[in-house]
């Protein structure tokens, strides 16, 4: 499966963004699609997990804010993000793990394929 993340750009502090992850050459709703962001100087961290097995995980920082949203029939995954402030700032990554599955939903290490990044400025 080929991902593609799109929907990054630069809004201000209390702004809203919706994140895109499209796949191609394989159907989404068979695998588990997580989000993760890299701020500059940062290790790449958690930020949200979705499967058609179980409810959406969310990093503890993104909840209330944060929600993720598969849409099978566009074969896409949403990062719906609002009241942005700039700690939001980051490159954010989709992934995907196939079956079997790794169960390491937490963990960059627990996905198999990964999109290039679409960048996410939010400024005070």
């Known amino acids: 499966v080929q991902l593609q993340a799109s929907g990054g750009g630069l809004v201000q502090a209390g702004g809203s963004l919706r994140l895109s992850c499209t796949a191609s050459g394989s159907a989404l709703k068979s695998y588990v699609v997580g989000w993760f962001r890299q701020a500059p100087g940062k290790e790449r961290e958690f930020v949200a997990a979705?499967?058609?097995?179980?409810?959406?995980y969310y990093a503890d920082s993104v909840k209330g804010r944060f929600t993720i949203i598969r849409d099978n029939a566009k074969n896409t995954v949403f990062l719906e993000m609002i009241n942005l402030s700039p700690e939001h700032t980051a490159v954010y990554y989709c992934a995907a793990d196939e079956p079997p599955y790794s169960g390491r939903v937490y963990s960059p290490g627990g996905y198999d394929y990964w999109g290039l990044g679409t960048l996410v400025t939010v400024s005070s």
């Open positions: 979705s499967s058609f097995s179980f409810s959406p």
